[in-house]
C-alpha cells in the first residue's frame, strides 16, 4: 500500500543519523547567524526545521516513491 510506504521508511531510518544531520544543521545555523550579527538560538532553530522539514522530508518521500 502507498500509505505505509512512508511508515515503512521511517521504521527502517536510523533516527540517531536523522538526530545527527538535524543537530549538524543547527549548530552550523546557529553559529552563521551568531556570527552575522542575529541570536545563535534564532539560527540554529530555523536551520534544523529547515533541514527536518527538507532532507529528511525528501529523503522519505524518494524511498516511498522506490517501493
Do not use: C, P
Amino acid at each position: 500500500m502507498m500509505g505505509s510506504a512512508g511508515f515503512d521508511y521511517v521504521n527502517d531510518r536510523a533516527w540517531q543519523q536523522v538526530a545527527g544531520r538535524t543537530i549538524y544543521a543547527a549548530v552550523i545555523g546557529g553559529t552563521v547567524s551568531k556570527m552575522t550579527g542575529g541570536k545563535f538560538a534564532n539560527g540554529a532553530v530555523t536551520a534544523a526545521m529547515a533541514h527536518a522539514l527538507n532532507a529528511e522530508y525528501t529523503g522519505a518521500k524518494t524511498a516511498a516513491s522506490q517501493e
